[in-house]
């Protein structure tokens, strides 16, 4: 299996895996149009568009009626926005060995003994179509993965995990008690547009 096969297989994976923090309780009845982009420092544009579409794929059904990524779907207006900005993108691989011994051919262990680091400042804000603020969240996702088996390459593993991470956090902070933030939509959508 190609590399970027196992990336999308184990993203799936773990977001089939780890549900969203949603109660009981229906979704709330709103479209949701997910805006993923790059702020200082930019990064790759596969990890954003993989962002945006584990955000989309989360909070539908689960938080609101509906969720898409971008442009997905052009055809139906959003009620509600989620801007989320990814800033200060520090993506490393340390390898425990000397440089010397990690190219030198012969002990395929040696793929063991490096470690991926993935650092990446989030800020999500939630507004209604006409930009009244309902929400907003900032944090920053850490991941540090070291291979546990040969062939498993540490930076696909960690991305996955900072994908997840960040599907988590704003799942907590814009689904989360969905009737207090229900009724946060309901007086922004109150207000008159900008």
């Known amino acids: 299996m190609s590399g970027a096969r196992v990336a999308a297989a184990t993203l799936a994976a773990v977001l089939a895996a780890a549900p969203l923090h949603a109660s009981s309780s229906p979704p709330l ?15 790759p544009e596969a990890f954003r568009d993989d962002v945006a579409r584990a955000l989309a794929d989360a909070f539908t059904g689960r938080c609101y009626a509906a969720a898409s990524a971008g442009a997905d779907d052009p055809s139906a207006p959003a009620d509600l926005h989620l801007a989320v ?25 040696k793929e063991l003994r490096r470690t991926a680091l993935f650092d990446v400042n989030v800020d999500g804000a939630l507004t209604t179509a006409g930009a009244a603020p309902v929400q907003a969240k900032h944090f920053v996702v850490s991941v540090s993965r070291q291979p546990t088996m040969l062939g498993e390459d540490p930076q696909i593993t960690a991305r996955t995990f900072a994908v997840e991470r960040i599907v988590d956090e704003l799942g907590k902070a814009m689904c989360k008690g969905q009737d207090k933030l229900d009724k946060k939509i309901k007086a922004a959508l109150t207000q008159p547009a900008r």
């Open 85 to 109: 900005s990814l800033s200060a993108l520090k993506e490393q691989l340390r390898f425990l060995d000397s440089i010397s011994t990690s190219l030198a051919p012969g002990d395929p262990a």
């Open 29 to 43: 009845p709103y479209r949701l149009a997910v805006e993923v982009r790059w702020g200082a420092g930019g990064g």
